[in-house]
């Protein structure tokens, strides 16, 4: 049977566009707390936002030179980018929509106003005028368009005037671009209201005249170009990777300009001027039915007061006393394995890790690897602590991590002052996997301590990315993370790993081996079942494995919050597979994959999706969890997820994503179940501090234990 049959596949970046899609019906859900909606609507435009700047980037690059080999479900690259162009445009219209006669609606019965100058009043108007001449009319530049001065370079993701104009004594067009300074709020408060605003660029316009003395302003608009900011680094052409990650960060600034935002109400020939200077296709440029750039309404959302009702109720995650800075907590690893679940778990004992190593007395060693951090991130403080306190401190910065780059090139300069060894990730890979060892001398020897993780190292987003991560003393892990570490600073090449998978082509090989394995059996008749639950699933060759496995009968179920290339329902091919999307107050970030063979089961956590650029092109790690108790919490962490029928899109023959139908159904929401299974550990844990603390708490999925709706003035946040 041919498996690659491009008829079997979604194209890669239609799939994204659809997960977006399904971030914008979050704003549209009225069973979301209202405020929340409009963060909701935000997001969808930064996702766009980066989404344009590397993928359709890369798309347009492809284009250009005429690439021919079409992906996996048979587009070229022309096809793809009028394709995304074409879906994105659609988007944009449901955005606007949303806003428009859902959102802006709907906030104003709660009397939060985003106001117009001709809707304020005499002091809110007296108020611009005066902010307009004390505080931006000393910043803005005005920049001439024409025979002498040429069109000025716009920056990526700025807001700018497109202005057309006259001078007073003649009837002459001239052209002018004007860019709304970033160092002050896009967002304004006006007095007079509890919660009035106005947007920046609608102060600016209203006084733009003043900045062109002698000269009637006949047009004003707002807009914004997004560039290629795929970072090129030629690698294998430099010495110094770090020298070339700086170089390139300051050249894709000037990258192509892959999308144009403007202002619908712009005329024709103001259009075309900007087109004509911007070197930007019809089918990129996206008229706007309001505000350009809707990432302000995050920023709106943190200004509006008195609506903590109309939000995301906050809640106290759980922490284990053992792991507490009051605790030992190489004591209580060398006791048993330990299992996260961010961020319904504090990422604290994470951080308390590195902290306890850089001052206790036997510590020898802490190596770790660091792809994104915050950026005021303790963990960096607490490796400087740990050099400075005599310790072997080794640290692999990944400077390529996209858009952290500069963050990350900071760190490992301030890492370097403080007297750790730092690695600047590795030539031709990406260093993707999270993990921290720390080496102590006790009395019985040299012991290894571990953390793995699915997710960053990042104490903030902790908050919000749902994540896993492992403690955990086991000797044979300690070997091979050192073995590990020692290829990410040398030259080692071990010829084997005991539990620990690595990638490139480890981690590949592992998972063809287990499917294979799990259609072996399904053959003989063996009950099989497969659970995977990944951001992005679009590797060729592995989603063939997972049909021909589906093809032999194995029952496949996935959990795939964003890009899914594989197709469902295909006769002989995958009948047996069901892709669910959950997407909801926090984003699904974890990586499970667990194989159930004739009962035998093996239960794993991964900081790799199933996506070529994990598989080839990244150091990966999938790592085993041995424990049978924390074994069986994964699982019953999987089968919460997989049983949600509130926040779950299921995937159809078609592609389209639907909900559950719930008639009948008891509502069960996971992440609420597992935001109120931390928050009755916690309480119980508060009501008698003499008991012991159990290790891990565990939402039931009985229909008398199960939660009702989410409702969120008492409890629970995206993509």
């Keep these: 049977m041919n498996y690659s049959n491009p008829a079997y596949f979604t194209n890669r970046e239609l799939s994204w566009i659809d997960f977006n899609d399904r971030v914008l019906e979050e704003s549209r859900d009225k069973g979301n707390p209202l405020l929340e909606r409009l963060k909701f609507l935000g997001i969808t435009q930064s996702n766009l936002d980066e989404f344009f700047m590397v993928r359709v ?128 709020p896009r967002v304004v408060r006006l007095p007079g209201e509890e919660n009035a605003f106005i947007l920046i660029e609608e102060i600016i316009k209203a006084f733009v005249g003043q900045l062109f003395v002698n000269y009637t302003v006949k047009e004003t608009v707002v807009f914004r170009v997004i560039r290629d900011m795929d970072l090129d680094v030629a690698e294998e052409d430099t010495s110094d990777l770090l020298k070339e990650v700086q170089q390139q960060l300051k050249l894709r600034e000037h990258g192509r300009v892959i999308r144009l935002e403007v202002e619908n109400t712009i005329s024709k020939k103001l259009l075309k001027r900007l087109n004509k200077e911007l070197g930007t296709p019809d089918f990129a440029v996206y008229e706007t039915n309001g505000p350009v750039d809707l990432t302000f309404l995050s920023k709106l959302v943190g200004q509006i007061i008195n609506h903590d009702d109309l939000k995301y109720s906050k809640f106290t995650a759980y922490q284990p006393k053992e792991l507490d800075h009051n605790h030992d907590i190489f004591a209580a690893i060398r006791s048993h394995d330990w299992l996260m679940q961010h961020p319904y778990d504090k990422f604290d004992p994470v951080v308390e890790f590195i902290r306890q190593a850089a001052s206790d007395s036997d510590t020898l060693a802490i190596k770790m690897t660091l792809y994104r951090v915050s950026g005021d991130s303790p963990i960096i403080r607490y490796l400087g602590r740990a050099a400075q306190n005599g310790k072997q401190v080794t640290v692999l910065v990944e400077v390529k991590a996209r858009f952290d780059e500069q963050n990350n090139v900071h760190w490992a300069r301030q890492l370097e002052k403080m007297g750790c060894h730092v690695i600047y990730g590795l030539i031709g890979l990406k260093t993707h996997c999270k993990l921290s060892l720390v080496v102590r001398r006790e009395q019985g020897g040299i012991r290894r301590y571990m953390h793995m993780g699915t997710g960053n190292y990042n104490d903030v987003t902790a908050h919000f990315y749902t994540d896993m991560g492992l403690f955990t003393a086991n000797n044979d892990m300690g070997i091979d993370a050192t073995n590990i570490f020692n290829m990410l600073s040398g030259y080692s090449k071990p010829p084997y790993f005991h539990l620990l998978h690595i990638s490139p082509d480890g981690i590949r090989d592992f998972i063809y081996d287990k499917l294979t394995e799990a259609g072996a059996a399904a053959k003989k008749g063996a009950k099989v079942t497969v659970r995977m639950k990944m951001n992005s699933l679009s590797d060729q060759k592995m989603i063939e494995h997972l049909y021909k496995a589906s093809h032999c009968g194995v029952q496949i179920q996935l959990i795939v919050r964003g890009i899914c290339c594989l197709r469902t329902g295909i006769p002989k091919v995958s009948e047996n597979i069901t892709v669910h999307s959950i997407v909801g107050h926090f984003l699904e970030h974890s990586r499970i994959y667990c194989f159930d063979i004739d009962g035998q089961k093996s239960v794993y956590l991964s900081s790799a999706d199933l996506m070529t650029r994990n598989l080839n092109r990244r150091v990966e790690l999938l790592f085993p969890i041995l424990q049978p108790d924390l074994a069986d919490r994964v699982l019953r962490i999987y089968d919460t997820m997989w049983n949600d029928n509130v926040k779950t899109r299921v995937m159809q023959a078609d592609g389209a994503y639907t909900h559950i139908d719930r008639r009948g159904l008891v509502p069960l929401e996971s992440q609420a179940a597992f935001v109120k299974a931390a928050t009755e550990h916690v309480q119980r844990d508060q009501e008698d501090a003499t008991k012991t603390a159990p290790t891990e708490f565990q939402p039931m999925l009985s229909p008398e234990n199960q939660p009702n709706p989410l409702n969120y003035d008492d409890g629970s946040e995206s993509d």
Aim: net charge negative; hydrophobic share 40%; charged share 20%.
């Design 57 to 184: 980037a890369s798309l347009a690059k492809l284009a250009a030179v005429n690439y021919p080999n079409p992906d996996a479900s048979g587009l070229t690259a022309e096809e793809q980018l009028r394709a995304v162009n074409e879906r994105a445009h659609e988007m944009l219209i449901k955005q606007y929509t949303t806003l428009n006669r859902s959102l802006i609606p709907a906030v104003q019965q709660i009397g939060v106003h985003v106001k117009h100058v001709q809707d304020l009043t005499s002091e809110q108007f007296q108020f611009i005028k005066t902010y307009f001449h004390d505080e931006l009319y000393p910043v803005l530049t005005p920049m001439a368009d024409d025979s002498s001065r040429p069109f000025p370079f716009i920056a990526n993701d700025t807001l700018n005037l497109a202005i057309q104009l006259t001078p007073n004594d003649s009837s002459e067009r001239l052209y002018a671009t004007l860019q709304i300074p970033d160092v002050f």
